[in-house]
Structure formats: C-alpha cells, structure tokens
C-alpha cells in the first residue's frame, strides 16, 4: 500500500503540522485523529489496515491528519477562550490548507468525505456540517456532538458555532440547508457497550431529520464498546456498503 507522509508550516496553526497519505486514487475520507492523538494514530491501532483492500483497488484514498485537541479542549492549563480561539485556527487549517492539497495530490478538486472516532468523530461532523460546500459527507463513530461536554462550562461565540447540537436546530439558511439536503453519505455509528453514548448520536438525528438533512444513525449491539475493535470493525463496513 502506498504511504507517503507530508510536512508543512501551517501559518493558521503556527507549527509543523504532518499529514499522511494511503493509496494512489479513490474518494478521499480525511480522518480526525481520536482524543490528543496525532496523524499515525489510525495506522498503530490497525484502522487503516482493515480498509486497505479498498485502498489497494483505489475506490478510496485516506489523508489522516494531526490533532490540536491537546492546544485547546483538553489542555485544562489554558483559558476556554483560548482554548475556543485555537479551535477556530484548526478549522481554518483544515479548509485553507489541509483541503487544497488534498485536491493537488488528487489532481483537482474532489468529493472529500470526513471521518473519526470520538472527539475526532465531533471534528469530522463539525467540519461537514460548517462547510457542507467543500465536504460531501461524515463518518462519524461513537462521537458526542455537543460542544459543551467538551468546554467544561465555557461558551461563547465561537463555542456555538463548533457545536452541531447548537448551531444546527438554528440553521434556516436555504443556501447551506439545500446542499445537506443534497447529501447521500451522512452517517453517524454508535455501540451501545462500554463507554459509548448512543444518545448522543440519536440526538444528533433527530435534529437532521426536522430539518429533512438524509442521515443514517446506526446503532450497533452492546458487545461494541467505546474502543479500537469496534471501529476497527465500523469503518470498513461502511467504506464498503456505502461509498463504494
């Protein structure tokens, strides 16, 4: 399988910010790493490994990047103001440079699907649901899509505004509406075992189904808890039955 690994400066995130890449061709998913996780996380826990075979035949092409949750929600020594500031860098990272070189390394622009697991589940979704004009659709596994879990009390603007479980019931906007409308692979996959939040999930459907967004909330049996052989096993069966 190929792998190639790629280094920049992000001028919105003010680091060396590393992104790898799997296979030659294919709809490419954008992974968000789980927890304080970097951009190999998928790669040591075996994800990438258990949808190499559609790697291999280029239906798909996987960019896995790094996480900043450890600069913003889970680093209890900064101010949930910064912290809110950070999240907003991230997301101008992921749309002004993350994007445009997936688009160069897939010779144009493309249908990107966005993914992860847990907090990376909520950062997948937050950035499909904000920018619906760039991604095409969301894997998301055993997240919880409210922000305020996250910000321990704190919540401002910006907070709102990278809270699905808020901004979302408050969208009226028809532009932005008829392009979720017009989605066909938003997902959002749940164990009910140890760990895991089902409700969230429900929740969070429930809300796309009063504004008429297609969805699917697929639940899955209490042997699967909130960890790696679960997602292990989520993620292909969708790559599979449904993006290819």
């Not at 997936?102 to 499909?128: E, K, Q």
């Not at 401002?156 to 532009?175: A, I, R, V, W």
């Not at 008429?212 to 997602?231: A, C, F, K, N, Q």
Request: with cysteine; net charge negative.
């Amino acid at each position: 399988m190929r792998r190639d690994i790629t280094t920049w400066w992000s001028p919105n995130l003010n680091k060396d910010m590393e992104i790898v890449a799997y296979g030659h061709f294919g709809t490419p998913i954008l992974m968000f790493p789980s927890a304080a996780a970097d951009y190999l996380e998928y790669e040591r826990f075996n994800l990438i490994e258990t949808i190499e075979p559609f790697i291999e035949a280029s239906k798909v092409k996987v960019y896995s990047i790094n996480s900043i949750n450890s600069e913003s929600w889970l680093n209890d020594k900064m101010h949930p103001r910064n912290k809110a500031i950070r999240h907003q860098q991230y997301n101008q990272y992921i749309v002004d440079e993350v994007v445009p070189f997936i688009y160069r390394d897939c010779d144009g622009p493309t249908p990107i699907i966005t993914s992860g697991v847990s907090l990376g589940a909520l950062h997948a979704a937050n950035s499909f649901f904000r920018r619906p004009d760039v991604f095409d659709g969301v894997i998301a596994m055993s997240g919880i899509y409210d922000l305020k879990s996250y910000s321990k009390g704190y919540f401002d603007e910006d907070c709102y505004f990278n809270s699905p479980m808020d901004y979302m019931p408050n969208m009226e906007d028809p532009y932005w509406l008829n392009l979720l409308r017009a989605k066909k692979h938003v997902y959002f996959v749940s164990g009910r075992g140890a760990y895991e939040d089902p409700k969230a999930s429900i929740d969070f459907g429930a809300v796309l189904q009063a504004k008429s967004i297609p969805h699917e909330v697929d639940l899955w049996g209490y042997e699967w808890g909130h960890d790696w052989p679960t997602w292990r096993a989520m993620l292909p069966h969708y790559v599979g039955s449904k993006l290819i």
